[in-house]
């Protein structure tokens, strides 16, 4: 094994790079032996198995709510383009009402 304190940081990070790359190109051929061997098991039985395009491509993880729009719940009464989802920090035109004692379910859409 390599003693890693001895190598400066340039050497450091091309050593991480180059296991990056290994591990990355040890995980996709795994990745087309065991579709391989999930095909010739398939057609053993007589089972026909496709693989979406994209299953040859490890997945990158990404949220499946980026981009999705919330619904208003509150409106102000006297100006309709102040709106609050609910999220998030209380807007200041609503602080300001429930101040003068008004009810937060006044204002729900």
Do not use: C
Not at 37 to 50: G, M, P, T, Y
Not at 83 to 104: A, E, V
């Amino acid at each position: 094994m390599t003693d890693y304190n001895h190598l400066s940081e340039l050497e450091l990070q091309a050593v991480i790079e180059q296991a990056e790359k290994a591990l990355k190109d040890k995980l996709t051929n795994k990745r087309k032996e065991v579709l391989a061997q999930i095909k010739e098991l398939a057609a053993s039985i007589n089972v026909a198995v496709e693989f979406h395009e994209l299953a040859d491509k490890p997945q990158e993880s990404k949220s499946a709510r980026v981009g999705v729009k919330v619904p208003v719940k509150y409106r102000h009464p006297q100006q309709p383009e102040l709106t609050w989802t609910g999220r998030g920090i209380m807007p200041k035109w609503l602080q300001s009402l429930l101040d003068q004692g008004r009810d937060k379910s006044e204002f729900e859409v």
